[in-house]
Each structure stands twice: as structure tokens, then as C-alpha cells.
């Protein structure tokens, strides 16, 4: 059985939590508090992942893969969820980077300063105004995107939509008003109610 090391508040984790619903996999899941740092133990970097960061997918042969976007991937292998069209596959890969390195970074991180209610120290305070400003230019993105498209990838339901959707459904959480973005809060709730599709509070 696959093995996913996880935390239940981290988006990057329900990507694989929800793609291992909708595909109807069972697995276990441990849970590490980040809070307390059980992913900075020299177990878990022995063990799990040097990086020190959840998810990690244990495989049955104990081989582990790190990194949200790739787990998805993998899992996805073989599935209407990645797309067969070499273009298409290549598309989806464009928007799993543009999550990581325009989305992620701004609307995941201040989210995860006020949800685990981390101290506003003047480093934070000096970024935050950086961080919503790049995090509504990926909203404004999105908009411009699916204000004439239903999925980010070749027109179906994909990894892309997934790795997308975890950290975008729950913005607000960090401050991040989602009313001016009517595409997006329409393609939110056509994953919402996609069969299959669990809560990010669901292990």
C-alpha cells in the first residue's frame, strides 16, 4: 500500500490527497505537526526526505518521491488526468510551474503566516505587501485564462486544475479577496463538484 507523509493544513499535500480520491487509490497517511518541526528531525531527513518537506509518496518497494507537483504526476500516469497529447501533457506541465513559482510562493505562503499564526516579524511585514501584489498578478492570470477555458489544459480536468485549485480554494484564508475573480470562483466550484473530490480538512 502507498504510504503519503503529510499534514492536513498543507495544500501541497491535499493536491495528492485529492487526486488519490478521485482516483480511488487506498493508502495510509502520517501526519507530521510542522509546528513543531517533525519534519526537521534527523529521523525524518534520514528517513524521508533530506529536504524536510511533506508530502513525500512512499512507494510498497519504499522508494519516495517528493515534491507535490511531481507525486501528482506520477500518480496521474496512465489516467484521464494527465493529458495524452504531447502539447497538452507540455501545457499542464506550464501551469504546475506557474503554481510553483507565481502562485505558491505568494498566496500559500502569507496563508500559512496567519493560519499557523506565525509572529508579523519586520522581515514578514516588509514582504507581505510584495507577496498580495504577486498573488492577485496570479489570480489576474487564472481570470485571463478561464474567462474563455473551463480547465487549464487541453480542455479536460487535469493535474493542472488540481495543483492549482488547492492553495487558490482556500486564499481566502490569507487575505485574498476572490470576488473579483468570477472565472475563477466558477472553475472552483466545477472541481468541487467533480465525483470523488474530498475537503482539504479530509485525511
Same mark, same amino acid.
Given at each position: 500500500?502507498?504510504?503519503? /507523509?503529510?499534514?492536513?493544513?498543507?495544500?501541497?499535500?491535499? !493536491?495528492?490527497?485529492?487526486?488519490?480520491?478521485?482516483? !480511488?487509490?487506498?493508502?495510509?497517511?502520517?501526519?507530521?505537526?510542522?509546528?513543531? *518541526?517533525?519534519?526537521?528531525?534527523?529521523? &525524518?531527513?534520514? %528517513?524521508?526526505?533530506?529536504?524536510?518537506?511533506?508530502?513525500?509518496?512512499?512507494?510498497?518497494?519504499?522508494?519516495?518521491?517528493?515534491?507535490?507537483?511531481?507525486? #501528482?504526476?506520477?500518480?496521474?500516469?496512465?489516467?484521464?488526468?494527465?493529458?495524452?497529447?504531447? &502539447?497538452?501533457? $507540455?501545457?499542464?506541465?506550464?501551469?504546475?510551474?506557474?503554481? =510553483?513559482?507565481?502562485?505558491?510562493?505568494?498566496?500559500?505562503?502569507?496563508?500559512?503566516?496567519?493560519?499557523? %499564526?506565525?509572529?508579523?516579524?519586520?522581515?514578514? =511585514?516588509?514582504?507581505?505587501?510584495? %507577496?498580495?501584489? =504577486?498573488?492577485?498578478?496570479?489570480?489576474?492570470?487564472?481570470?485571463?485564462?478561464?474567462?474563455? %477555458?473551463?480547465?487549464?489544459?487541453?480542455? *479536460?480536468?487535469? #493535474?493542472?486544475?488540481? $495543483?492549482?485549485?488547492?492553495?487558490? /480554494?482556500?486564499?481566502?484564508?490569507?487575505? &485574498?479577496?476572490?470576488?473579483?475573480?468570477?472565472?475563477?470562483?466558477?472553475?472552483?466550484?466545477?472541481?468541487?463538484?467533480?465525483?470523488? /473530490?474530498?475537503? #482539504?480538512? =479530509?485525511?
Amino acid at each position: 500500500m502507498l504510504t503519503l /507523509h503529510d499534514n492536513l493544513t498543507s495544500g501541497n499535500g491535499y !493536491k495528492c490527497r485529492l487526486l488519490l480520491a478521485l482516483l !480511488k487509490i487506498p493508502y495510509r497517511r502520517i501526519e507530521y505537526d510542522i509546528d513543531r *518541526q517533525e519534519t526537521r528531525t534527523q529521523e &525524518f531527513l534520514t %528517513k524521508v526526505n533530506p529536504n524536510g518537506r511533506i508530502p513525500v509518496l512512499e512507494l510498497e518497494n519504499g522508494k519516495r518521491l517528493a515534491e507535490s507537483n511531481a507525486i #501528482i504526476w506520477y500518480l496521474a500516469e496512465g489516467t484521464p488526468y494527465l493529458p495524452a497529447d504531447r &502539447f497538452a501533457r $507540455a501545457r499542464a506541465l506550464s501551469w504546475m510551474c506557474f503554481e =510553483q513559482y507565481s502562485h505558491e510562493p505568494n498566496i500559500a505562503t502569507v496563508r500559512y503566516w496567519i493560519t499557523h %499564526k506565525l509572529p508579523m516579524t519586520p522581515e514578514r =511585514q516588509a514582504a507581505l505587501p510584495g %507577496k498580495r501584489e =504577486q498573488g492577485y498578478a496570479a489570480l489576474d492570470v487564472m481570470e485571463r485564462h478561464l474567462s474563455s %477555458k473551463d480547465w487549464f489544459a487541453g480542455g *479536460q480536468f487535469s #493535474i493542472a486544475d488540481i $495543483a492549482l485549485y488547492a492553495y487558490t /480554494h482556500v486564499a481566502g484564508e490569507g487575505g &485574498f479577496d476572490l470576488k473579483p475573480y468570477p472565472a475563477v470562483r466558477a472553475w472552483l466550484g466545477r472541481v468541487a463538484d467533480r465525483p470523488g /473530490h474530498i475537503p #482539504i480538512t =479530509q485525511g
